[in-house]
Structure formats: C-alpha cells, structure tokens
C-alpha cells in the first residue's frame, strides 16, 4: 500500500507542471500536462468507442491505460517543448522520459503497466496510434481555445497539416469549424 501511494503523490505532480510548448506560445496560464492527460483519455474514449461502432477492433482497456500514462516521465523531467527537444535531442530526451516512467513503475510491480508504455512508445498497435492521434488532437483543441480568448500566437499549430489526421478526415474538418 506504501508503493501505490507514492505512486499515486508522484502523479499528483501532473497538476503542478505547466504544458511547456503553451509558455512558449505565450500563453500566461497554460494547462497542465494532467488537464492535458485527462483530456487525451477522454478524446480516446470517445474515439474508440467511435471506431469500435463503426467496426473496428480497439481494446478500450488498453486504449484508456495507455491514454493516462503517456505523460509519466513527465513528472521526472517536466514538459519540454519541440524547440527545446531539438537542441537537447529528440531521443535522448524520449529516453529519458522512457527511464523516468519505467522508474516510477518499478515499485508497483505492475509490468503490464510498463508493457503498455512501451507499447505506446513503439507506436506499433492500433491503441498507441488512436493515442497518438488523440495527443495532437487535443494539441489543436487547446490551440483552438487559446485562439478564441485572444492568443492570436498560436496560429503555427492551427495551420500545420497533421499527417496522423489523415484518417480522421471528417472528424478533423468538424473540429475545423469549432
């Protein structure tokens, strides 16, 4: 029972660190990478459950783990955005993060936890690609939002044409019209 609630105070942290790209936009109070994880899983749940209806096969359970833990190594090594990825280097700073969730694992004892991380991370499954989409997805709904209330700065993320959206062409020229 230590471990989990050790675990569990570590992932409190989420709500305390800032998404770091919005800073970087200049974005005074941006969300937190936890409002950003909650909104990737619920985008994910409504998502797969959209594509299941339509026929497709998507293991919601692992869909919605995968959804919530994506930002894991996050708590270790904050949020660090594009910019500051390109000049520390995009795979050392994506190990890094790998190492800092398989740290905070470890204590559990839950290697399906670990698995599934890894599994998103390879970006090999149907559930890490819906992930993915939903990650960006949420990006250019927040950008959306900020546009609204007057961050005018964001137009970069608006206007760049996600290759992940492709198949998602109509869900994509909705969001479009918000």
Avoid at 25 to 38: N, R, T, W
Avoid at 50 to 79: N, R, Y
Avoid at 148 to 165: H, P, S
Wanted: proline share 1%; with cysteine; glycine share 4%.
């Amino acid at each position: 029972m230590k471990e989990i609630l050790e675990f569990i105070e570590e992932v409190e942290r989420l709500k305390f660190i800032p998404r770091s790209g919005w800073l970087y936009y200049g974005i005074k109070q941006p969300e937190s990478v936890a409002e950003h994880s909650f909104m990737v899983t619920f985008l994910s749940l409504i998502i797969g459950l959209f594509l299941i209806k339509k026929g497709k096969s998507v293991d919601l359970k692992k869909l919605l783990i995968m959804s919530l833990i994506h930002e894991l190594g996050e708590i270790k090594i904050g949020d660090i955005h594009l910019v500051a990825k390109s000049y520390l280097g995009f795979d050392i700073v994506d190990n890094a993060e790998k190492k800092a969730a398989f740290d905070l694992l470890e204590n559990l004892k839950l290697d399906e936890l670990k698995e599934i991380y890894e599994e998103f991370l390879e970006n090999k499954s149907e559930e890490a690609k819906i992930v993915k989409l939903c990650d960006k997805l949420e990006l250019v709904i927040q950008a959306r939002i900020y546009k609204k209330i007057g961050y005018n700065n964001v137009d970069a993320i608006l206007n760049k044409d996600y290759e992940e959206f492709k198949d998602f062409k109509d869900l994509m020229d909705v969001i479009k019209k918000l």
